[in-house]
C-alpha cells in the first residue's frame, strides 16, 4: 500500500493557487481512478482505492502547509507503512520552471515549509517526492504572496499538462520504481 500526499492549504482562498498544486495532482489522481478524497481522519482529507490494483491512500492535510507533518506522521502510523518506501509527497518548487517536473528519493526541504514539516516529524528526509515546477518569484516580490499567487492564463495551461504528467508519474513509481519515473519525467520541459 502507498500514502500519497499532496501539499497545500484547506482554505477556499488557496484554491488554485501555486502554493496547492499538490493538492491540484491529488485531485486529478482522485478524478481519474475514482477514489473519493472527502473523509476526514488524521488530520487530512484522505480517499482509500486502487491504481490498477495497487491500493493507495491518498492525502490532502487540512494542517497548512507549515504543519503538513503532522498529518503526514498519524498517516503513517496509523496505516504502518514503510515510508522510504510507502510515501509519496507531492509539492510545489519555486527553483523549477512552470510545469517542470522533478522526482527524488530524498533530499532537503530546499526552504519548503511543507516539506521542512514532514521531514521534522519523520525524523529523516528518505521519501519520495514529486516536485512541481511554479517558477521562481520575480524581483521584488514577497515569497508568501508569489505562491499564494494564482497561475496566470499560460502558465495555468502548462500547469494542467504538468499535473497530468504528475499522475502518470505516480502510477510509474508505483509500478516501475522512482528510478524509472525519475529517468522519463526529470527531462526538462520545451513550450
Do not use: C, W
Request: aromatic share 8%.
Amino acid at each position: 500500500m502507498y500514502i500519497i500526499v499532496g501539499l497545500g492549504n484547506p482554505a477556499k482562498e488557496y484554491e488554485n493557487t501555486r502554493h496547492n498544486i499538490g493538492f491540484d495532482v491529488i485531485d486529478a489522481i482522485a478524478e481519474k481512478y475514482d477514489i473519493s478524497v472527502l473523509e476526514k481522519k488524521h488530520k487530512a482529507l484522505i480517499g482509500k482505492g486502487f491504481i490498477d490494483g495497487q491500493k493507495v491512500i491518498l492525502a490532502k492535510p487540512l494542517t497548512y502547509m507549515n504543519l503538513s507533518g503532522e498529518s503526514v506522521r498519524e498517516l503513517v502510523d496509523y496505516y504502518k507503512i514503510e515510508e522510504t518506501e510507502e510515501l509519496l509527497v507531492i509539492f510545489d518548487d519555486v527553483s523549477l520552471d512552470v510545469g517542470q517536473l522533478r522526482i527524488r528519493k530524498k533530499g532537503s526541504a530546499g526552504g519548503h515549509n511543507g516539506v521542512k514539516s514532514i521531514i521534522k516529524h519523520l525524523g529523516h528526509d528518505v521519501f519520495m517526492r514529486i516536485k512541481m515546477g511554479v517558477g521562481e518569484k520575480p524581483k521584488g516580490y514577497d515569497l508568501a504572496d508569489y505562491v499564494l499567487g494564482h497561475f496566470g492564463e499560460k502558465e495555468r495551461n502548462m500547469m494542467d499538462e504538468s499535473v497530468d504528467r504528475a499522475v502518470d508519474a505516480v502510477k510509474m513509481i508505483l509500478f516501475e520504481d522512482a528510478d524509472a519515473a525519475m529517468n522519463v519525467y526529470n527531462k526538462k520541459v520545451t513550450e
